[in-house]
């Protein structure tokens, strides 16, 4: 989420960011108008509520019609209280609810969107083949490694189930890339895949992206991640780490699980892009 000092004081360079990104810059000004309803409405709350507490030590010494004038405006003052309140909260809704569709600034990067990318520079040349050339997937199944057909019967479509040298090549991969980021320094962690809402709003998978991760709902208010990063990022929440030894580093292994919403037609042949997967992932204090 972005700064919310930096939007207060830089609120330029935040709109043009959301421009390069082709998104609406009058999200920020949603920000900034929330944010100082919040902070009026707030200040007033305090001060309504400091004034109703001298009022109660009023009434305590107070006598006769004198308390009971005393008595009318406490009740005044604690509408008063509640209103404001509310006021505050609902200023701070909107002000989060407004944040949240900010991504991130991101620094050198061009404007526009996938559609817009230019071809820099070709490196070595594609191999000319004499026979038909297959895509993982056929190599996979001719294998025996993948079973796509299988997987959508258990779990409908965009899950498989890998198998034989399939299993064996995956936790391979896995395996040697946490052996990797080990010798590099990395902590090698298994990461819980159900995480709270704030932790999922805190890395910024919440809001606009919502609708491409799963939600148990029924009593149970917890998101499955789409990545470690997810659980990782919340790992120190709420701590003062010490950093004067250097960066903490951390290498994730979880299952991910990803709806893949929007992304119709998009890589339907094999595992490219699948509801169901493994990684590795390095996140660094």
């Known amino acids: 989420m972005i700064d ?40 007033a709350f305090e001060s309504a509520r400091a004034e109703q507490k ?20 406490v009740k005044q003052l604690a509408a008063d209280v509640k209103r404001l309140e509310a006021e505050a909260e609902e200023a701070l809704g909107a002000r989060d609810a407004a944040l949240r569709e900010i991504p991130n ?49 258990v779990s409908g479509a965009r899950f498989y189930f890998l198998r034989g040298v399939g299993a064996q090549l995956e936790l391979a991969i896995l395996n040697s890339a946490i052996d990797q ?25 919440l809001g606009e992206h919502a609708d491409e991760v799963y939600h148990l709902d ?12 997810v659980a990782l990022a919340g790992y120190h929440k709420d701590e003062i780490i010490d950093l004067s030894d250097g960066p903490l580093r951390y290498a994730g292994w979880s299952a991910c699980y990803r709806r893949e919403a929007g992304s119709y037609g998009k890589d339907t042949r094999g595992i490219i892009r699948v509801h169901q997967f493994h990684k590795v992932e390095m996140f660094s204090y």
């Open 218 to 229: 029924k009593g149970d208010d917890l998101y499955l991640v789409g990545t470690s990063e």
């Open 105 to 153: 600034l991101a620094e050198g990067a061009p404007a526009g969107l996938e559609e817009d990318f230019v071809v820099r520079e070709h490196v070595g040349e594609v191999p000319q083949f004499e026979h038909p050339v297959k895509d993982h997937l056929e190599i996979a199944e001719g294998l025996r490694a993948i079973d796509m057909a299988r997987g959508a019967k």
């Open 181 to 205: 980021a080990t010798r590099a320094g990395f902590t090698p962690m298994i990461t819980p895949t159900l995480v709270l809402p704030e932790a999922m709003e805190g890395t910024g998978f």
């Open 54 to 73: 001298a009022f109660g030590k009023r009434v305590a010494q107070a006598k006769g019609e004198e308390k009971q004038a005393l008595l009318a405006e």
């Open 4 to 43: 919310l000092r930096l939007l207060r004081e830089n609120p330029d360079v935040v709109r043009e960011a959301q421009r390069a990104r082709r998104r609406d810059p009058s999200t920020v000004d949603a920000v900034l108008e929330a944010d100082s309803r919040w902070r009026e409405s707030t200040s």
